[in-house]
Protein backbone atom coordinates (compact mmCIF):
# COMPACT_ATOMS: atom_id res chain seq x y z
CA UNK A 1 0.00 0.00 0.00
CA UNK A 2 1.75 3.38 -1.23
CA UNK A 3 0.72 6.89 0.91
CA UNK A 4 0.26 9.87 -0.53
CA UNK A 5 1.90 12.45 1.43
CA UNK A 6 0.03 15.31 2.24
CA UNK A 7 1.03 19.19 2.03
CA UNK A 8 -0.03 22.02 3.89
CA UNK A 9 -1.63 23.60 0.38
CA UNK A 10 -3.26 20.19 -0.34
CA UNK A 11 -5.37 20.37 2.74
CA UNK A 12 -6.09 24.12 2.83
CA UNK A 13 -7.50 23.72 -0.73
CA UNK A 14 -9.54 20.54 0.49
CA UNK A 15 -10.87 22.78 3.23
CA UNK A 16 -11.64 25.96 0.70
CA UNK A 17 -13.48 23.18 -1.46
CA UNK A 18 -15.14 21.58 1.07
CA UNK A 19 -16.66 25.02 2.90
CA UNK A 20 -17.61 26.34 -0.84
CA UNK A 21 -19.84 23.51 -1.69
CA UNK A 22 -21.58 23.43 2.08
CA UNK A 23 -21.66 27.26 1.84
CA UNK A 24 -25.84 28.01 1.40
CA UNK A 25 -27.04 29.50 -1.49
CA UNK A 26 -29.07 32.50 -1.39
CA UNK A 27 -31.33 32.34 -3.88
CA UNK A 28 -34.06 34.34 -1.58
CA UNK A 29 -35.58 37.42 -3.56
CA UNK A 30 -39.11 39.03 -2.67
CA UNK A 31 -40.95 40.85 -5.44
CA UNK A 32 -42.77 43.90 -4.89
CA UNK A 33 -44.05 45.53 -7.81
CA UNK A 34 -41.15 46.32 -10.12
CA UNK A 35 -38.65 45.72 -6.97
CA UNK A 36 -36.85 42.79 -6.69
CA UNK A 37 -35.68 42.58 -2.43
CA UNK A 38 -33.07 40.32 -1.64
CA UNK A 39 -29.71 39.11 0.59
CA UNK A 40 -32.19 40.76 3.64
CA UNK A 41 -30.03 40.37 6.95
CA UNK A 42 -29.17 42.19 10.41
CA UNK A 43 -26.63 41.61 12.89
CA UNK A 44 -27.35 39.96 16.35
CA UNK A 45 -27.13 42.38 19.46
CA UNK A 46 -25.95 42.76 22.94
CA UNK A 47 -28.28 42.31 25.45
CA UNK A 48 -29.67 45.70 26.41
CA UNK A 49 -29.32 47.37 23.39
CA UNK A 50 -32.09 49.56 22.07
CA UNK A 51 -31.08 49.75 18.40
CA UNK A 52 -30.10 47.44 15.65
CA UNK A 53 -29.56 47.65 11.99
CA UNK A 54 -30.92 45.99 9.06
CA UNK A 55 -29.65 45.72 5.49
CA UNK A 56 -30.44 44.20 2.05
CA UNK A 57 -30.12 45.11 -1.50
CA UNK A 58 -33.17 46.09 -3.39
CA UNK A 59 -33.08 46.20 -7.67
CA UNK A 60 -35.71 48.44 -9.64
CA UNK A 61 -36.59 46.74 -13.10
CA UNK A 62 -39.18 48.90 -13.74
CA UNK A 63 -39.37 52.03 -15.87
CA UNK A 64 -40.16 54.45 -13.34
CA UNK A 65 -38.28 55.59 -10.05
CA UNK A 66 -39.87 53.93 -6.46
CA UNK A 67 -38.77 55.32 -2.80
CA UNK A 68 -38.05 53.18 0.02
CA UNK A 69 -39.81 55.23 2.85
CA UNK A 70 -40.18 53.46 6.16
CA UNK A 71 -41.15 49.89 7.74
CA UNK A 72 -42.12 48.55 10.65
CA UNK A 73 -41.60 45.08 12.58
CA UNK A 74 -43.18 43.07 15.66
CA UNK A 75 -39.92 43.54 17.26
CA UNK A 76 -39.26 47.31 17.25
CA UNK A 77 -40.70 50.12 18.43
CA UNK A 78 -39.76 51.89 14.62
CA UNK A 79 -38.11 51.10 11.77
CA UNK A 80 -36.60 53.93 10.03
CA UNK A 81 -34.39 54.24 6.42
CA UNK A 82 -30.97 55.53 7.47
CA UNK A 83 -27.67 56.97 6.47
CA UNK A 84 -24.24 56.78 7.88
CA UNK A 85 -21.81 59.26 6.32
CA UNK A 86 -18.17 60.68 6.93
CA UNK A 87 -17.97 64.43 7.25
CA UNK A 88 -14.91 65.94 8.25
CA UNK A 89 -13.80 62.69 9.81
CA UNK A 90 -16.34 62.23 11.65
CA UNK A 91 -18.92 59.47 11.31
CA UNK A 92 -23.15 60.88 11.53
CA UNK A 93 -25.71 58.83 10.99
CA UNK A 94 -29.13 60.47 10.54
CA UNK A 95 -32.52 60.01 9.02
CA UNK A 96 -33.21 59.57 5.33
CA UNK A 97 -35.37 62.38 4.91
CA UNK A 98 -38.62 62.24 2.03
CA UNK A 99 -37.38 57.62 1.70
CA UNK A 100 -34.76 56.10 -0.47
CA UNK A 101 -35.32 56.74 -4.46
CA UNK A 102 -34.44 53.48 -5.97
CA UNK A 103 -34.31 54.79 -9.57
CA UNK A 104 -35.49 52.69 -12.57
CA UNK A 105 -32.55 50.00 -13.44
CA UNK A 106 -30.66 50.66 -10.42
CA UNK A 107 -29.98 48.80 -7.28
CA UNK A 108 -29.23 49.97 -4.46
CA UNK A 109 -27.66 48.21 -1.32
CA UNK A 110 -28.14 48.75 2.10
CA UNK A 111 -25.46 47.53 4.07
CA UNK A 112 -23.22 48.32 6.79
CA UNK A 113 -21.62 52.44 6.94
CA UNK A 114 -23.70 53.49 4.51
CA UNK A 115 -27.86 53.06 3.88
CA UNK A 116 -29.60 50.93 6.40
CA UNK A 117 -32.95 49.90 7.78
CA UNK A 118 -32.42 51.38 12.20
CA UNK A 119 -35.22 49.33 14.22
CA UNK A 120 -35.70 51.95 17.07
CA UNK A 121 -36.42 50.76 20.86
CA UNK A 122 -36.05 47.02 20.23
CA UNK A 123 -38.40 44.68 22.41
CA UNK A 124 -35.79 42.23 22.32
CA UNK A 125 -32.15 41.55 21.51
CA UNK A 126 -31.61 40.27 18.11
CA UNK A 127 -30.15 36.76 18.25
CA UNK A 128 -27.97 34.82 15.62
CA UNK A 129 -29.66 32.23 13.38
CA UNK A 130 -33.20 34.19 14.06
CA UNK A 131 -35.36 35.50 11.23
CA UNK A 132 -36.65 38.73 12.19
CA UNK A 133 -39.89 39.57 10.51
CA UNK A 134 -40.09 43.50 8.79
CA UNK A 135 -42.93 45.14 7.06
CA UNK A 136 -41.39 47.55 4.10
CA UNK A 137 -43.06 50.50 2.97
CA UNK A 138 -42.58 51.63 -0.84
CA UNK A 139 -44.45 54.73 -2.10
CA UNK A 140 -45.21 52.79 -5.11
CA UNK A 141 -44.94 49.47 -4.45
CA UNK A 142 -46.92 49.70 -1.33
CA UNK A 143 -45.87 47.21 1.60
CA UNK A 144 -44.20 44.07 1.21
CA UNK A 145 -43.00 42.00 4.11
CA UNK A 146 -39.66 40.02 4.73
CA UNK A 147 -37.29 38.28 7.06
CA UNK A 148 -34.43 39.69 8.19
CA UNK A 149 -31.53 36.57 8.82
CA UNK A 150 -29.67 37.45 12.04
CA UNK A 151 -26.04 37.21 11.32
CA UNK A 152 -23.26 37.77 14.57
CA UNK A 153 -21.92 40.70 15.82
CA UNK A 154 -20.10 42.27 13.51
CA UNK A 155 -20.99 40.73 10.65
CA UNK A 156 -20.31 42.58 7.71
CA UNK A 157 -22.84 40.39 5.24
CA UNK A 158 -25.44 37.84 4.92
CA UNK A 159 -25.16 34.01 5.38
CA UNK A 160 -21.22 33.21 5.90
CA UNK A 161 -20.90 36.85 5.95
CA UNK A 162 -18.95 37.20 9.56
CA UNK A 163 -16.50 40.02 10.74
CA UNK A 164 -14.68 38.53 7.71
CA UNK A 165 -17.30 40.22 5.07
CA UNK A 166 -18.28 36.58 3.65
CA UNK A 167 -14.18 35.31 2.93
CA UNK A 168 -12.37 32.92 4.19
CA UNK A 169 -9.23 34.06 5.77
CA UNK A 170 -6.07 31.79 6.67
CA UNK A 171 -3.72 32.38 8.84
CA UNK A 172 0.03 31.03 7.66
CA UNK A 173 0.57 28.59 9.67
CA UNK A 174 4.50 26.81 9.84
CA UNK A 175 5.43 24.57 7.39
CA UNK A 176 5.38 20.96 8.24
CA UNK A 177 6.21 19.91 5.05
CA UNK A 178 8.97 17.89 6.21
CA UNK A 179 6.79 15.38 8.92
CA UNK A 180 6.82 11.79 7.81
CA UNK A 181 3.12 10.61 7.64
Not at 31 to 41: E, H, M, Y
Not at 102 to 117: D, F, M, Q, W
Not at 136 to 160: C, M, N, R, Y
Amino acid sequence: MQFRKLTLPSIACAALAAYVATAPARADEIKAGDLAISQAWSRATPKGAKTGGGYLTIENKGSAPDRLIGGSSDVAGSVQVHEMSTEGGVMKMRPVENGLTIEPGKTVKLAPGGYHLMMMDLKQPLKRGDKVPVTLEFEKAGKVTLSLDVEGIGAQGPSGGSSMGGKMQMKKMPDHSGMKM
